[in-house]
């Protein structure tokens, strides 16, 4: 405990004595003590100068529980209007105890304030002590809720004299009102269409519920006041909902609520079944285009003419792009989504660790945001950047033994662009057109709807595609 602080802040901010400075720090000693024991914080707050306020000039944290404030609140000032318990203390002399109070975090505390007074019974302090009971307050609040709630359902049944729907009769819901042995005391229309669907003549009235759905059985033997539970009955699925109704302390009743989920279902088990289709496919479609790889490979394995190799091998990277994207897809969740990050960075690292066959030491490096892109839309991108990286790779580093590349993303609202950077010879507009960069602008104009530019920088060259996540729709 610092006491030379208890000191600096009652000379500068009160009118008390050394003597009175004394006292405080004799109470200051035991704060610690007080604190554990409590399970409390403790703080001594003094009346300022002009005594409309007070000050925080002590304080100390419980280590037997958790703190009320994150932050210190010594040297903080106190203001009637938040601490009226406080002011009532300085003022009368009277302790006040568990009050409730609201601290400047915003939590609720359990508040007891007693006087510090000197010999001659003057009041020269408070000591304070706070718990948390935010979470206990908030539980009395559902609680006063729940209870609330629990009249007005338990109050339905006595309206079933009237000649009105007590519940609404659009609600789909089939919902059941029993007596506490399970006998139906109310159902509303779409619950009665329900039991006709069992017995077509009966009157279900005084009966129980579950002589017509024997899967509720256990459901109602739970004692849990709320279950929600799927169940098979008459050839279809059903949420079940049982709500058991307290009214003090004792049991005022339950509600039983069907739902007819099996459209919801059916539906769900649909979507797996063509998702599981749709990986399938996209997994044949990769064994295909690997197949077409692996025998470019051979082929160049067995000898090519020099001057077809190159072609062989762009070709190459192409097919292998596209295959990079349903790997992509194929290693993650989402059936038809691709990481464009990840995916550039495969294609990316791909062809730099061929261009070190050709003793060429070539870094590459990726930055900026992860988007996801349709499968559709990732094997254009993924053509394109292809091209592009392989471009520098190629040509860049002509008359370099080493050499860096840049990869870029921005995403920009719907827009997405990428740039690739190096740092080699430098683009020259008069450079005879590739057929590299004649796939990147067809690619960006047909499939992507997007713009290409590539010009010289300071030092290499930079190439841009500036594309929309998501296609333009053309109106014929």
């Known amino acids: 405990m610092n006491y030379s602080s208890v000191e600096e802040l009652c000379f500068q901010h009160t009118n008390l004595s050394d003597e009175d400075v004394n006292r405080i720090k004799e109470v200051v000693v035991n704060l610690p003590l007080i604190a554990d024991i409590n399970k409390a914080n403790v703080f001594i707050d003094c009346p300022t100068k002009e005594g409309k306020h007070a000050i925080v000039v002590a304080e100390a944290v419980p280590t037997t529980a958790k703190s009320v404030y994150e932050k210190s609140v010594v040297g903080k000032f106190a203001y009637e209007a938040f601490e009226p318990s406080v002011f009532l203390t300085l003022r009368t002399g009277k302790p006040a105890f568990s009050n409730r109070a609201l601290t400047q975090e915003g939590k609720t505390v359990d508040q007891s304030v007693v006087p510090i007074k000197r010999l001659d019974n003057r009041v020269i302090g408070t000591l304070i002590m706070e718990k948390d009971i935010t979470e206990l307050v908030q539980g009395q609040i559902k609680m006063e809720a729940l209870t609330d709630t629990t009249d007005v359902l338990s109050g ?70 709320l279950i929600v539970q799927e169940a098979k009955m008459l050839n279809k699925v059903f949420q079940i909902k049982k709500i058991q109704l307290i009214k003090q302390e004792k049991t005022g009743g339950t509600f039983v609520i069907f739902k007819n989920i099996t459209e919801l279902r059916e539906k769900e088990r649909e979507l ?34 020099e001057e077809s190799k190159v072609h062989f091998v762009e070709s190459l990277n192409r097919i292998t792009s596209i295959a990079s994207v349903y790997e992509i897809i194929l290693s993650g969740s989402s059936v038809d989504d691709v990481d464009l990050y990840k995916l550039i960075e495969k294609i990316g690292n791909t062809l730099v660790l061929e261009a070190e066959h050709d003793h060429k030491q070539i870094s590459i490096t990726y930055a900026g945001s992860h988007s996801r892109i349709n499968s559709n839309k990732a094997v254009s991108v993924a053509l394109v950047v ?47 057109p590739s057929l590299g960069l004649d796939i990147v602008k067809l690619m960006m104009e047909h499939d992507l709807s997007g713009h290409f530019s590539i010009e010289r920088a300071k030092t290499g060259t930079i190439a841009t595609v500036r594309f929309p996540l998501q296609r333009e729709v053309v109106q014929l």
């Open 386 to 432: 292809n091209e592009l990286i392989q471009n520098c790779v190629k040509h860049a580093f002509k008359s370099q033994s080493a050499g860096k590349i840049e990869v870029i993303f921005h995403q920009r609202k719907d827009q997405m662009e990428i740039q690739v950077m190096d740092n080699g010879e430098g683009y020259s507009p008069l450079s005879k």
């Open 272 to 305: 797996i079944v063509k998702s599981v289709a749709i990986r399938e496919i996209h997994h044949r479609v990769k064994n295909n285009l690997q197949t077409v790889a692996s025998l470019l490979r051979l082929q160049m394995r067995r000898g090519l003419p």
């Open 156 to 225: 339905i049944p006595m309206g079933t004299a009237e000649n009105r729907p007590i519940i609404p009769e659009m609600i789909e819901e089939s919902i059941f009102y029993l007596d506490l042995n399970g006998k139906i005391l109310y159902c509303n229309p779409s619950g009665t269409n329900l039991i006709q669907e069992i017995d077509q003549e009966g009157t279900w009235i005084g009966k129980p519920l579950v002589s017509y759905f024997p899967v509720i059985k256990e459901i109602l033997k739970d004692p849990d006041e």
